[in-house]
């Protein structure tokens, strides 16, 4: 799998958009040859940015032409909706949108979440419901001519890939994912290398973050503290790796899959956090010697 280097704008929540392209086009967050290239969610202080946009056809015009101006590559909009909390009666409200700003702003994807609440085990029915809610909503995209995909996120209690594949069989369809690496390995438990060879052919975008696990007599909302990209826990050698021979299996050039792996430096949600900017650049150093291997083989 090769992969473009990515990072969410809830790492930068109080920012402007012009900033939030000031941060992507910035030589020392980027790598050489890549493009700069971010995720939306949150900005201008709000957690759902997009919706502002939505509101405001001024300020979707305004957002269009800033990121064009920079040459910024908008590779996904996060939305709110989530397939377990929502009906299609939330579709014209919620979805649709995120898919006109998706589109406004040349994005590839609008995120969905895969729903269930975290520390609550999905039952049978919320799966089911999410499938159909996911079919029904690719439809309505359609209807309404939006030419962004929607793609699940492995989000909440929707994180391990055996309630992907069973969202998957209720669909009668591949779903395509956005893979949370540190929410299925932290959170359902899962080895990022089994996960990957499971969702492999599912994959459109990837989440990264690191994190180091707390004792437990620390009490906090979370077992985990976020940490700086390669100082925690996370396996990422051992995924890399699996990820290489993936890309050696696939064979020809043409073959080979490419995703943006995106930096979620959760700012927004951990206002204890440092800046963004320290955490995408040691983000980048963890990829770099990856990239440089993969692009180097293929």
């Known amino acids: 799998m090769l992969i473009t280097p990515c990072f969410s704008s809830l790492g930068c929540p109080d920012a402007t958009i012009e900033q939030l392209c000031a941060i992507a086009t910035r030589p020392e967050n980027r790598l050489e040859g890549s493009p700069a290239c971010v995720e939306i969610r949150s900005l201008e202080g709000t957690a759902d940015y997009p919706a502002r946009l939505a509101e405001s056809p001024h300020a979707l015009r305004h957002a269009a032409a800033a990121v064009k101006e920079a040459g910024v590559e908008v590779r996904l909009i996060g939305s709110s909706f989530h397939l377990t909390g929502h009906t299609s009666a939330n579709f ?44 029904e909503a690719v439809r309505y995209y359609e209807s309404e001519g939006v030419a962004a995909e929607i793609i699940v996120e492995t989000h909440g209690s929707f994180v391990t890939s055996e309630l992907v594949q069973q969202m998957c069989d209720e669909a009668g369809q591949a779903i395509p994912l956005l893979w949370d690496t540190h929410h299925t390995w932290k959170i359902g438990g899962e080895d990022p290398v089994e996960t990957f060879d499971v969702l492999l052919p599912l994959i459109r975008h990837m989440h990264g973050k690191d994190s180091v696990a707390l004792p437990a007599d620390v009490l906090s909302s979370n077992p985990y503290r976020y940490v700086y990209p390669g100082e925690g826990e996370f396996p990422i050698a051992e995924l890399f790796s699996a990820m290489a021979e993936a890309t050696q299996d696939a064979g020809t050039a043409s073959a080979i899959p490419t995703v943006a792996f995106s930096l979620e430096w959760e700012l927004m949600w951990h206002r204890e956090l440092p800046p963004l900017e320290p955490a995408l650049q040691s983000w980048l150093r963890v990829l770099q010697p990856y990239m440089q291997a993969t692009a180097a083989a293929s």
């Open 92 to 135: 014209a409200t919620t979805l649709l949108g995120a898919g006109r700003v998706a589109d406004a702003l040349g994005a590839r994807y609008v995120r969905v979440f895969g729903g269930g609440s975290g520390g609550k085990p999905m039952t049978d029915e919320q799966i089911r419901h999410s499938a159909a809610l996911y079919c």
